[in-house]
């Protein structure tokens, strides 16, 4: 693509309005000296009415019903119970158009708790159809139902829904597309458009796994494979008649909506012998960087696109995890793998591309670091340069005391303590009721404390490997402390990994918002040096960043969208253990900036 292509395909989007504004001009202009003044400003009112309408025609209405029920499947040689949407493994996509407003029912008929989260949506001014459970809503109760309902405002590309409620997430989940509202992207139209939902399954009861993980206070045990669209691949015992195949033609151009829905582990993903050129990631347009490997971390997505130039033949995509984790017990340390088809042909051994190892870090940092934001695409917006609030927050794992019984195993050789997890020595602790969005609407006292700290409470050498040993640094009291902001304040967040237990790779996600990657690095962050490498023109915009292993992420997002945002680490063992804050955005000045009140139907805790 050439370098103006993006900003082109932003004035050929309004090419069609910009004509009919300039031809009502002319007629104005013509108007004026053969009628009176009040007869052309009636007929400009109508044109410019019919101009409105027309750019508003193609907003619908998309509703959806989801089934949230267990159902029996067969994986890996056993038959289990899971809970899934519509008895489906992932669950239905939904597809739309920017400017839609979506209503998706869901009616509880499993045995547990749930909520939806639609995930990287900017829920502008429908914060309570967020999902997050205890943050903008209380769960759907089993038996019980809640209808969400939200418009999807300048937004298009790939996202993706899924349960917020404990490990469901590892079954409930799907794809949300939203397509472009002038019908083009900025690059060539692919010939066909494919999801590919990267998993993680359990043989086990995964509501079960995680209640004796807490019970220990230790992380869940590992899943027992990776899965490409819900199939684990003909690598794991039982799956190689399921295995997920892509059937292509020779000499097209295919976009691939790569999605990782896994609950604890980045992965790598390839196809044997080809390159990806990645057009977004987390529904923003990017630069297109050409590629042979993608990495996601949970939560993570990215378009690219797949010109099937190869030899007609079968070849494997793959994926296994990428593990950055140091003192940490062994991974699932396997591989999930799909077939590309060319043509229909017969097959009988796919070439296996060749993926990175298992701690490929420099691997991983080159990705991510590599890609840049698209500027003047849709949606695009500039980085915001003039900051009302900065914040440093150190993440990582802790320790807390197990409880009266003393029956924990997270923490070797003591059996007194449990995992846990800090933002700037803050384990966060979820509420019982009402969630905190209500809480913070109605003025609700105890549920939470707007005294986040902008800064550790404690500073030390954040990334020294010496202190794994320093069980000073160990500790954090849980609690619920969020931080509070006032509308339209232009935010900066520097995320911090420690060593306090080992460095790890955190993918850290706002809810609400998508936000500027300013900058990445290793080691303790720099506020002087560090700051003048930022990328202030035209950074990746994402809604989840990987914040290096014993390194730190910079991000810059303006806080226009008032509510109660949850910001939290998006392996889900981390988020259980209290790797997570809520960002209270304060209502702004006028109705349109207002958060309205609930909707009469939110459950209840």
Request: charge should be positive.
């Amino acid at each position: 693509m050439k370098p103006n292509d993006g900003l082109r395909f932003k004035y050929e989007r309004f090419l069609s309005v910009s004509s009919i504004l300039e031809t009502l001009q002319a007629l104005r202009k013509s108007l004026h000296r053969t009628m009176v003044r009040q007869e052309v400003a009636l007929l400009l009112a109508s044109a410019f009415a019919l101009v409105i309408m027309s750019s508003m025609a193609s907003a619908a209405v998309v509703e959806h019903t989801f089934n949230v029920e267990n159902v029996m499947v067969r994986k890996l040689c056993y038959k289990r119970v899971i809970t899934a949407v519509n008895g489906a493994l992932p669950g239905p996509t939904i597809q739309v158009t920017e400017g839609d407003t979506l209503v998706v029912h869901v009616f509880n008929k499993s045995p547990y708790n749930v909520t939806i989260h639609w995930h990287g949506v900017f829920q502008l001014l429908s914060g309570w159809a967020d999902g997050p459970s205890y943050i903008t809503q209380c769960p759907i109760r089993p038996g019980h139902s809640y209808t969400y309902k939200f418009t999807i405002t300048n937004q298009e590309g790939t996202l993706w829904w899924h349960a917020h409620v404990s490990l469901l997430r590892a079954t409930v989940y799907g794809a949300l597309v939203i397509l472009p509202k002038s019908g083009h992207y900025p690059f060539p139209m692919p010939h066909k458009q494919f999801p590919i939902i990267l998993g993680e399954w359990w043989n086990g009861n995964v509501i079960d796994i995680q209640n004796q993980a807490q019970q220990l206070g230790t992380a869940p045990n590992n899943s027992n494979a990776f899965t490409i669209n819900g199939r684990p691949g003909d690598l794991y015992p039982c799956s190689k008649k399921h295995t997920y195949k892509l059937k292509v033609v020779h000499g097209k151009t295919y976009m691939l909506r790569i999605i990782n829905a896994a609950l604890n582990s980045q992965l790598f993903f390839k196809i044997a012998k080809h390159k990806f050129t990645v057009v977004a990631v987390d529904a923003s347009y990017t630069d297109p960087y050409v590629t042979d490997v993608v990495l996601l971390a949970p939560g993570q997505t990215a378009d690219v696109l797949l010109i099937t130039d190869q030899i007609p033949r079968a070849y494997y995509m793959a994926a296994r995890p990428y593990v950055s984790a140091q003192n940490a017990p062994p991974s699932d340390n396997t591989t999930t793998t799909g077939i590309l088809i060319y043509d229909k042909l017969p097959y009988t051994s796919p070439v296996m591309p060749r993926l990175p190892v298992l701690n490929d870090t420099p691997t991983a940092y080159k990705f991510s670091t590599s890609l840049t934001s698209l500027a003047w695409s849709p949606n695009w917006k500039p980085v915001p340069t003039k900051l009302d609030e900065e914040m440093l927050v150190t993440i990582g794992l802790s320790v807390s005391p197990c409880g009266p019984t003393n029956a924990c195993t997270g923490v070797p050789n003591n059996p007194a303590l449990r995992l846990s997890a800090t933002m700037n020595n803050a384990s966060f602790l979820l509420p019982k009721s009402p969630s905190i969005l209500q809480a913070h609407f109605f003025n609700v006292k105890g549920i939470y404390t707007p005294d986040f700290p902008d800064q550790p409470p404690l500073k030390f050498n954040y990334t020294n490997p010496a202190n794994v040993n320093n069980r000073a640094l160990s500790f954090a009291l849980q609690n619920t402390r969020v931080k509070q902001v006032k509308y339209n304040a232009t935010v900066e967040i520097v995320f911090q990994d420690t060593t306090v237990l080992g460095a790890e790779n955190h993918p850290m996600h706002l809810h609400g918002y998508d936000f500027h990657v300013v900058g990445q690095g290793f080691g303790n962050f720099d506020p002087v040096e560090d700051r003048k490498k930022f990328n202030l023109f035209n950074p990746v915009i994402r809604n989840t960043v990987g914040v290096p292993a014993g390194g730190w992420a910079a991000i810059r997002f303006q806080a226009n969208n008032p509510g109660a945002w949850i910001l939290h680490c998006h392996l889900d063992a981390h988020l259980t253990f209290g790797l997570a804050t809520v960002i209270i955005v304060e209502n702004g000045p006028t109705p349109s900036s207002m958060l309205p009140p609930p909707p009469p139907d939110l459950p209840q805790c």
